[in-house]
């Protein structure tokens, strides 16, 4: 749900210890009717944070008692807080701390002693893009929704045709010459890769709808769990397995699951002609994120129609040398995007894929329980 405003008001937290700037700030936008929250120190901000989700943060980022830069990337980190724009105030012009804001996720600055109107006007915009996004996230859940009302109410008239079928031929088997008992099989066919279709749009539905929970899931085992799972459905094969030590993440333990079942079956997938096929699983991190990276040495694919990947349905290999229906990789971007994160997939044609994802790096942040998402 798009954040629900009181009075159709916009709420402005503003972090900053100077009285003569909290001062000015207020003033500049006192006729906007905003409702604005002051916070003086890190705990203050945090407090109120939980407490009052604001549309915009107003963030100092030199303070004496606290780092702003170090405040900006622990809201940012977090995926209850993460969209609220931030702009930060400074005092400084220079390109380091202005690169630096930006890297841990500010939106925008401004430039200390400022000019009202400048003020006004970025934060106007940013209350807007902030708007704007919000009508277009509900309009895509809202999407979701039909998509997956759609697909449910598809479901049980095709379960009632294919049963329909199944006893035309049981039952009216001697009165169907042979054209017609082949035009009947044919059509139970056909029905039965609709509902397959179907079965797939609901599960891709799921991970848009299914609400989400907040745990600290041990990666490395879960690869490791799921690759195990997996590897005694796949017969006599040589596979290696490289595990590198992976870090631990939040996120939603079935989501997560059902993404590391999906990355490691393409990659056992399609390495199934090679001697030996070889899968790594490794990490890498910046400050607010990691990145990971699983490669197998497989068919690999043309990276010319890569976007085309994560589309539902979307597949570069053909029913007949690889089986599948399409939509593993829409549900593994999904996922991560549920989990504010990114995927993308790199091969080469007869040298292998490696599948990445990033996944932010979480801070806890005190209260954030309360907080409602
Ligand atoms: N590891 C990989 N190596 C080569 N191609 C890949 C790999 N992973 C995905 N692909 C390509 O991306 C396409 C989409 O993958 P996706 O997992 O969505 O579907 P699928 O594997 O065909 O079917 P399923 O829905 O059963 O997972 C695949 O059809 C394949 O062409
Ligand atoms: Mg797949």
């Avoid at 690889?322 to 990789?329: D, K, M």
Wanted: negative net charge; proline residues 3%.
């Amino acid at each position: 749900m798009g954040a629900v405003r009181k009075n159709n008001q916009f709420e402005i937290l503003l972090v900053e210890d100077t009285p003569e700037h909290i001062e000015t700030v207020v003033a500049v936008l006192h006729d906007n009717d905003y409702k604005i929250r002051i916070a003086k120190n890190w705990s203050a901000a945090l407090t109120l944070l939980s407490k009052h989700q604001p549309d915009l943060i107003l963030l100092d980022i030199y303070m004496p008692e606290m780092d702003g830069f170090e405040l900006c990337k622990t809201i940012k980190s977090n995926r209850a807080f993460s969209s609220i724009p931030i702009i930060f105030l400074t005092a400084r012009d220079d390109e380091e701390s202005i690169r630096k804001g930006f890297e841990l996720g500010a939106q925008d600055y401004v430039v200390k002693p400022f000019h009202g109107s400048e003020l006004q006007a970025r934060v106007k915009t940013h209350l807007k893009l902030k708007q704007q996004t919000e009508s277009l996230q509900e309009a895509n859940r809202e999407l979701d929704s039909f998509c997956y009302t759609v697909a449910h109410n598809l479901k049980s008239p095709l379960l009632s045709i294919n049963k329909l079928l199944e006893y035309l031929i049981a039952d009216y088997r001697d009165r169907l010459d042979g054209e017609g008992q082949e035009l009947a099989a044919i059509i139970q066919e056909k029905s039965v890769e609709v509902i397959s279709v179907i079965d797939h749009l609901l599960e891709f539905s799921k991970m848009c709808e299914m609400p989400m929970q907040n745990e600290v899931i041990q990666l490395e085992q879960l690869f490791l769990d799921v690759y195990n799972e997996l590897i005694q459905l796949q017969g006599q094969r040589k596979v290696q397995l490289k595990l590198k030590p992976l870090p631990d993440v939040t996120g939603d333990p079935v989501m997560m699951k059902i993404l590391v079942a999906n990355i490691l079956s393409n990659s056992l997938k399609y390495t199934r002609d090679r001697e030996i096929a070889a899968i790594e699983v490794s990490f890498s991190e910046t400050e607010n994120e990691y990145v990971f990276a699983v490669n197998d040495n497989g068919v690999g694919f043309d990276m010319r129609y890569s976007s085309r990947l994560f589309g539902v349905f979307q597949r570069l290999h053909s029913q007949n040398e690889f089986e599948g229906s399409g939509v593993g990789l829409a549900i593994c971007q999904k996922i991560i995007k549920r989990h504010n994160g990114q995927t993308w997939l790199i091969g080469e044609v007869d040298k292998g894929a490696t599948f990445y994802f990033s996944f932010p790096r979480q801070n806890e942040i005190k209260g954030e329980k309360d907080v409602k998402r």
